[in-house]
């Protein structure tokens, strides 16, 4: 397989030619300066890998022939579902890109009392087209070929009305908590962590999440930036119970 790694959005077959167009053209072309006869590696988010070349190069596209299909995994045993408050620019960026190296299975971005940046609708569109833009480039790198799912910002409350049934362990990162996380069992190999903005949570967050079977965990004596709390908790939950140990 070739080192360079493509994501395809759309559904790849074996042994077809596959015709690219867009941004992923430019990129192949003008970023990587590709040229024909030139290997890829594509992934399309089901799970396998594709090799490809080059066969031709136009102004508007590039025509690659798909020439096999391998089935390979590098994806976690611990199903983890990242509860992030939203943070400013860079920051949210960060997490998105490193939670989908360590292998995250799901994102949703959460809008919280102490947020600094609020969405209306059309801009959380924007915004979460550029977040999954982030997971794309990330899974190329990291050679996951299932990319995790990002849902739109939403309101803690409304993601534990929405989610009232859900069984497996949830998590609260809270500096002034009794636990740490070496109590806790993750018994499911299920877990969702929900992870402060800048400002923190508001005691009637801490509280709703607290009635709804969150656990407070304390994390290390020292508080940290949002995110680092999160590519540190998430390394922590795969060094004990996923494929980081």
Known sequence: ?????????????????????????RYISRVLRLKINDKLTLFDGSGAEFSAEIAAIRKRD?????????KKSVESPLTIHLLQGISRGDRMDLVIRKATELGVK????????YSVVKFE???AKKRLKHWHSIAFSACEQCGRNIVPEITLPISLQEWIANNKNEQNIRLILKPNASVSINSIAVAENSVTVLVGPEGGFSDSEYALARSNSFKSIRFGPR???TETAAIAII???????GDLN
């Open 62 to 70: 590039i025509s690659l022939i798909v020439t096999g299909r391998t």
């Open 1 to 25: 397989m070739s080192k360079t790694r493509l994501y395809i959005e759309s559904p790849i077959a074996s042994e077809r030619q596959l015709i690219v167009s867009g941004e992923r053209a």
């Open 106 to 113: 799901r994102i949703t971005p959460i809008c919280a009392d």
């Open 121 to 123: 609708l059309e801009r």
């Open 223 to 225: 508080i940290l930036r």
């Open 235 to 241: 390394s922590t939950l795969q060094a004990i119970y």
